[in-house]
């Protein structure tokens, strides 16, 4: 049950940008795609609240004892991904606004807590809860998988030292090398 959603593995700071170099992320965290991304979160927000206080009992009511387990679980775990997502938003805009810093910005997303899940079920009781709630989950995990991108990629941006990491493939090549040269 408690499985870690891995998702796509990024490493940002394998690629270190040159002194002079302006961080892409800047932009990005400022565009038009932030603030549509903005939009979809919030509005994600508000579908699963709606949904969860409305249809979502219904429909709960109706299902098998190991369904109805799964359900109440799937939705704590939606309603916490969306409001860490949420909350990450709102920083964000905020920085966007003027309201906040970015330093003052990072000292908060400390405490906004954007961790990388998957469903609180097995597949085969995830496809027995509603079919509104499964959409919810899945599109909660897409745009919590965009959000933590998007605040590693300005958590790297905005580090005093570029971060020197090995990426995975040339760990491997050089234990290859080291295995075969001898």
Known sequence: MGRQFEGPRRNFAAAASPPNAI?????????????????????????????????GRTESRGLSRPAALAYSTESMRLTTRLMQVASWLL?????????????????????????RQEYGCAPEVFEQLPPTLRSLSKRSLRIQERVIHLDQGLVVALSPEPVMTRSEVASQVERLRAAFSN
């Open 91 to 115: 920083l964000q805009r905020a920085v966007n606004e003027g309201e906040l810093t970015s330093s003052q910005a990072q000292a908060e997303r400390v405490r906004v807590k954007l961790s």
């Open 23 to 55: 961080p892409f992320i800047h932009r990005l965290a400022v565009s038009g795609a932030f603030k549509d991304l903005f939009r979809e979160g919030m509005t994600l927000v508000e579908e699963a609240a709606s949904y969860l206080d409305g249809p």
